[in-house]
């Protein structure tokens, strides 16, 4: 087991950083370069670098799949593909929309209200899938304490939607400064890579798709550290957000999200913040700009103005904090 996921993340990575030598330079002649909102006029300087960079780790995962992968196939055991299947539902959404993007010249791409019922419609659909193969339970595991709590199925249904629509829109905001989405997903899909460890062979194929996400945003970072070359678009934050989600799901413990996507959620609370109460109070802020990465940048709060660097090492290593404490709260529920 510790070859194959091995392997899946050094094939992963390998084809990740090669392709890229060659993709980011297509994508420029390609003229596909994103638009920077008027807002964050400090982030100007990057305007028309590259997008959708997130078709490099995407392919990478595919590739391993499809060869380190390839004999859990043979034995009738897809579930990595289910859950790549499913992440890319969600990379195809963002593709659509950084095409708008691009199409239109412009930082607007498909509407919220369509982004929102295409992704709603893709969790129902693989909760639904993944209930009558058996690999998910109307059940919800609480770490740290190995309890199981019977859900209602109907309930089930409409908190995983919730979950999985809001873990993708959350790794979404975050990808706003160079390298900060990929450093956040790598402590992430290291949990579950480590929880593969825990738990055993009955979890492989979940390690394998983990391990090659690992990889490849590995890969991927070599370029979208600042200064970045290439920025993953929705196309690659959707297509992680989707992934998180679905693994989480797929390892039957969704609740272990809270901690894991602490720093994803301390984003979306604050943009929902900003919103909520700047329509309450007529115009005020309590941050000086959303999502809260933002809001650091310009020296929120104490002054001091985060470079993009130090945003990367924060939200990281924070990430990586409550990776481990989320292990520790996990590791012994199927421990050989």
């Given at each position: 087991?510790?070859?194959?996921?091995?392997?899946?993340?050094i094939?992963?990575?390998?084809?990740?950083?090669?392709?890229?030598?060659?993709?980011?330079?297509?994508?420029?002649?390609?003229?596909?370069?994103?638009?920077?909102?008027?807002?964050?006029e400090?982030?100007?300087?990057?305007?028309?670098?590259?997008?959708?960079?997130?078709?490099?780790f995407?392919?990478?995962v595919?590739?391993?799949?499809l060869?380190?992968g390839?004999?859990?196939?043979?034995?009738g055991?897809?579930v990595h593909?289910?859950?790549?299947l499913?992440?890319?539902?969600f990379?195809?959404?963002?593709?659509?929309?950084?095409?708008?993007?691009?199409?239109n010249?412009?930082?607007?791409?498909?509407?919220?209200?369509?982004?929102?019922?295409?992704?709603?419609?893709?969790?129902?659909?693989?909760?639904?899938?993944?209930?009558?193969?058996?690999?998910?339970?109307?059940?919800?595991?609480?770490?740290?304490s190995?309890?199981i709590?019977p859900?209602?199925?109907?309930?089930?249904?409409?908190?995983?939607a919730?979950?999985?629509?809001g873990t993708?829109?959350?790794?979404?905001l975050t990808?706003?400064?160079?390298?900060?989405?990929?450093?956040?997903?790598?402590?992430?899909?290291?949990?579950?890579?480590?929880v593969t460890?825990?738990?055993?062979k009955d979890?492989?194929?979940?390690?394998?798709?983990?391990?090659a996400?690992?990889?490849?945003?590995?890969?991927?970072?070599?370029y979208?550290?600042?200064p970045?070359?290439?920025f993953?678009?929705?196309?690659?934050?959707?297509?992680?957000?989707?992934a998180?989600?679905?693994?989480?799901f797929?390892?039957?413990?969704p609740?272990?999200?809270?901690l894991?996507?602490?720093?994803?959620?301390?984003?979306?609370?604050?943009?929902?913040i900003?919103?909520?109460?700047?329509?309450?109070?007529?115009?005020?802020?309590?941050?000086?700009?959303?999502?809260?990465h933002?809001h650091?940048?310009?020296g929120?709060?104490?002054?001091r103005?985060?470079?993009?660097?130090?945003?990367?090492v924060?939200?990281?290593?924070?990430t990586?904090?409550?990776?481990?404490?989320?292990?520790i709260?996990?590791?012994?529920?199927y421990?050989?």
């Amino acid at each position: 087991m510790t070859i194959k996921l091995m392997c899946a993340f050094i094939l992963a990575f390998l084809f990740a950083t090669a392709f890229g030598k060659h993709y980011i330079p297509w994508l420029r002649k390609q003229k596909a370069g994103q638009n920077i909102k008027s807002e964050v006029e400090w982030h100007k300087s990057k305007s028309g670098t590259p997008t959708m960079g997130g078709v490099m780790f995407i392919l990478g995962v595919l590739l391993s799949l499809l060869t380190i992968g390839f004999p859990s196939m043979m034995r009738g055991r897809f579930v990595h593909l289910f859950v790549f299947l499913f992440a890319l539902v969600f990379g195809a959404i963002g593709f659509l929309d950084d095409w708008e993007k691009i199409k239109n010249k412009q930082n607007l791409g498909l509407s919220a209200r369509m982004k929102f019922l295409l992704q709603l419609s893709a969790a129902l659909v693989f909760i639904f899938l993944m209930r009558r193969i058996g690999f998910v339970r109307p059940n919800l595991y609480i770490p740290f304490s190995n309890r199981i709590v019977p859900v209602p199925e109907w309930l089930y249904f409409i908190f995983a939607a919730f979950v999985i629509v809001g873990t993708v829109n959350s790794v979404n905001l975050t990808d706003g400064v160079d390298g900060l989405a990929t450093g956040t997903s790598l402590p992430v899909c290291l949990f579950f890579v480590a929880v593969t460890f825990a738990w055993g062979k009955d979890f492989l194929e979940l390690g394998i798709f983990a391990s090659a996400l690992l990889g490849g945003l590995m890969g991927f970072l070599v370029y979208n550290f600042n200064p970045a070359k290439v920025f993953m678009g929705d196309t690659g934050s959707l297509f992680l957000g989707g992934a998180i989600a679905a693994m989480a799901f797929a390892y039957d413990m969704p609740l272990i999200l809270i901690l894991i996507g602490i720093m994803f959620i301390v984003e979306t609370l604050s943009d929902i913040i900003q919103v909520g109460y700047f329509k309450l109070t007529h115009g005020k802020r309590v941050f000086r700009m959303a999502p809260f990465h933002h809001h650091l940048e310009m020296g929120g709060w104490t002054g001091r103005k985060w470079s993009e660097k130090e945003l990367f090492v924060l939200f990281t290593g924070i990430t990586l904090l409550f990776s481990i404490i989320s292990f520790i709260g996990v590791f012994q529920r199927y421990a050989m």
